[in-house]
């Protein structure tokens, strides 16, 4: 390797060094320059080529790896995991896999690329409050060649482009008319001032903040604008989609290599009615949820909402929900789910994806594993990826691939037989019945196989317990959750357990339809009957007591670990939402000194979720 290389380069090198002397056993420095000794690794950094491009070619000397900077760390990754059989399941050492091989025999080899999808990310949105892991969560997401050559933002602009605190009191009529007030929780997008306005500050935007693709994402939530302007334009997602393309128009007029950046989400979900095609410049962060397929109702709707995109001429980069907080960090899998959603979002001209995450991996690791493969080769086949997985374990392959296949089972009956529609009170109350007592001693036993299997094996045997940190979590969270929702049902004030604590609930979005309190769910639950006695209610508070601090005690344990998010329950300490332990805490009369307290990392800044 070239004295004087990039970091990047020199951080490649060191990859491979450390991989090859654990599988070899021999010591491989990095030299500047090839010496002839033997075997050689040669890297070559080329300048001309596009973004994340790699190759690999043996010769009589050795194997030269190149590409620009990125493309040479891809290759790296390639030839290990191809060539030497490394897998790696997590970040950390625990989820590394690198097979000994004191002698390394290559057959020829010749391959390269450049990744067809641009955007290929797993997200990690509680990142902040386990700030001290990011250097290893890097290696880790370098190692499963993730990547992003868009510079993007598709988050919710409008806010930040006419901010109220600058704006509302001077144009109270630039925001949105709900109800006949103006409310600031939205802009009145027809306005011809206000969208003046608007890409002015956008254009500066593009022009200061290094972004190719600029936002122009509505707000979260709802609360959009009803006045005669908005309303001319047709639904309220006509005069959006009208937004979005006098906003792209203006764009590509004005500065022709930046491209506009939008949520296919609330208003703008559908495709727009009155405009055939979008201009180019448009690239659309398609939210969607692989777990609608789990039933053939939303596998339809799912097939339906991706197929109407295709002759819009938008450029797609799927915004998925592999890790959502909804699922808990419990093993809510369905890899051939998201091999689906990929395939079908692909057809339609998906140019990349991303997804929401967790440093939750004792339990959701097989997923991010299937998630990070397709997203580099989309053409692999799911089940080909189950037995790469598996195989990691060694002897202890076929009880772990029976572990998982409880939890692979337990999700996709309960998810039909239960009639979970994707809500979050309706998953939350479902959880004790996906994951039960029976399916959660079936799993453990198939644990305590795989640890005899693997016998003095001291790497398989940590790879074994951290995933018993996931079995024993879902363990307690099962019964935790079922023990909030019978108190729930005698009126104990739990949000998103109990209609009236759900409905006061805070929220930062106006004029929400009742799915997101779910009055509907709760008013089903009102019509059945729930006997108790109070002897019984005071015992489920006293045991939720106990798990709950049993809870935190856990994440503390795993804190430094990538088994366990304790991002989850922060962000509810950090903004007071879900206040469940606390609220149990407190009709219990418990002292703040007698509650477990929660190590995280507090963030630097404050965002709201």
């Not at 306005?191 to 509505?218: C, H, M, Q, W, Y």
């Not at 047709?234 to 005069?239: E, H, I, K, L, Y």
């Not at 453990?444 to 979590?473: H, M, N, P």
């Amino acid at each position: 390797m070239a004295k004087g290389a990039s970091g990047t380069l020199q951080q490649s090198a060191e990859d491979l060094q450390y991989h090859l002397q654990k599988a070899t056993g021999r010591s491989l420095p990095i030299v500047a320059e090839d010496t002839g000794a033997g075997l050689a690794f040669l890297f070559q950094l080329e300048g001309e080529v596009p973004k994340e491009t790699w190759a690999l070619q043996s010769n009589d000397q050795g194997v030269c790896l190149r590409g620009d900077a990125q493309g040479v760390g891809h290759a790296v990754s390639v030839f290990l995991e191809k060539y030497c059989g490394v897998r790696w399941l997590w970040p950390g050492a625990s989820g590394e896999v690198i097979p000994v091989c004191p002698q390394l025999v290559l057959p020829p080899i010749k391959e390269g690329g450049t990744p067809e999808f641009k955007r290929r990310l797993l997200k990690f949105g509680y990142a902040r409050f386990w700030a001290e892991l990011k250097p290893e969560l890097a290696r880790w997401v370098r190692r499963t060649r993730q990547g992003d050559q868009l510079k993007a933002n598709f988050g919710h602009a409008w806010s930040h482009m006419i901010p109220k605190e600058t704006y509302f009191s001077a144009h109270p009529d630039w925001f949105a008319l709900v109800g006949g007030k103006r409310n600031p929780a939205q802009l009145c997008e027809s306005k011809p001032e206000l969208r003046d306005e608007f890409f002015k500050n956008l254009l500066e935007a593009a022009d200061t903040s290094g972004l190719d693709i600029v936002s122009v994402s509505a707000n979260d939530g709802y609360g959009f604008c009803e006045c005669p302007l908005c309303q001319a334009k047709g639904t309220t997602g006509d005069a959006y989609w009208d937004f979005v393309n006098d906003m792209a128009l203006r764009m590509k007029k004005e500065r022709p290599k930046k491209g506009i950046g939008t949520f296919a989400y609330t208003v703008g979900r559908q495709p727009p009615s009155k405009i055939p095609t979008l201009p180019d410049n448009v690239y659309l962060s398609m939210t969607t949820y692989a777990t609608m397929l789990l039933s053939e109702k939303g596998a339809q709707e799912y097939r339906d909402f991706v197929r109407s995109w295709k002759t819009k001429g938008v450029k797609i980069i799927m915004r998925e929900y592999w890790g959502t907080h909804y699922w808990m960090d419990l093993p809510f899998l369905y890899p051939e789910e998201i091999a689906t959603t990929i395939t079908e979002a692909r057809k339609a001209g998906m140019i990349g994806a991303y997804g929401e995450t967790g440093k939750n991996f004792s339990n959701m690791a097989l997923n991010y594993y299937v998630v990070t493969h397709l997203l580099w080769d989309p053409d692999r086949k799911v089940g080909d990826l189950e037995k790469e997985f598996y195989s990691a374990f060694g002897v202890a392959a076929d009880p772990v691939r029976r572990y998982h296949e409880v939890f692979l089972q337990a999700t996709r009956e309960s998810w039909r037989k239960l009639d979970i529609d994707g809500r979050y009170v309706v998953i939350l109350n479902a959880i004790p019945k996906m994951f039960s007592p029976e399916q959660l001693t079936r799993a453990g036993l198939c644990l305590d196989e795989a640890q005899k299997a693997a016998g003095t094996d001291l790497e398989l045997q940590k790879r074994i317990s951290f995933l018993r940190v996931g079995c024993e979590y879902t363990s307690l969270m099962s019964e935790l959750l079922g023990l909030y929702a019978k108190l729930g049902r005698t009126g104990f004030p739990m949000e998103a357990f109990e209609w009236e604590a759900t409905a006061r609930a805070p929220r930062k979005v106006t004029a929400v339809p009742d799915f997101d309190v779910s009055r509907d769910f709760f008013e089903k639950l009102q019509q059945q009957t729930f006997p108790y006695t109070l002897a019984e209610k005071d015992e489920w508070l006293l045991r939720a007591w106990d798990l709950g601090q049993k809870r935190i005690e856990m994440l503390n344990t795993q804190k430094s670990t990538f088994a366990l998010d304790e991002g989850l329950l922060a962000i509810t300490i950090e903004y007071g939402m879900r206040q469940w332990h606390a609220t149990i805490g407190d009709f219990l009369g418990k002292s703040p000194q007698e509650s477990a307290v929660l190590q995280y990392t507090p963030p630097a800044k404050k965002k709201k979720p």
